[in-house]
């Protein structure tokens, strides 16, 4: 059974950065895309990031593009998000999540089959 456990979330301003972990557990991480996803209070889960098995290739949200950045190190089975320039509007539970069978990047919700509990981020204005 997959595991996947995020860390790194907090309360910070309008223009800081926060980096998030996931380390995951269970699976053939290195065989896997895993992405970012989240929840703003209120509303519905969204996209926000993924990388293939190998790191190489990514996929964003076009509301994060230029400000995040999706990487991994499978040595260490653990998968990062690099949120810089964050706005308040990015306050959510980010959870990350793996899509089973799948290599490459995908947004789509529904490909993600095992999540983690989620880590909360606060932005402040």
């Known amino acids: 059974q997959a595991q996947l456990v995020e860390s790194g979330g907090g309360l910070v301003q309008a223009g800081g950065s926060l980096r998030l972990s996931c380390a995951a557990s269970g699976l053939t991480f290195s065989r896997n895309a895993m992405g970012w996803l989240r929840q703003p209070p209120g509303k519905e889960r969204e996209f926000v990031a993924a990388v293939n098995w190998s790191g190489r290739s990514t996929y964003y949200a076009d509301s994060v593009k230029g400000r995040f950045t999706i990487s991994r190190d499978n040595a260490k089975n653990t998968l990062y998000l690099q949120m810089d320039s964050l706005k308040p509007e990015d306050t959510a539970v980010y959870h990350c999540?793996?899509?089973?069978?799948?290599?490459?990047?995908?947004?789509?919700?529904?490909?993600?089959?095992?999540w983690g509990q989620g880590t909360q981020v606060t932005v402040s204005s």
């Open positions: 999540a793996t899509p089973r069978g799948i290599t490459m990047p995908t947004s789509d919700l529904r490909d993600y089959d095992y």
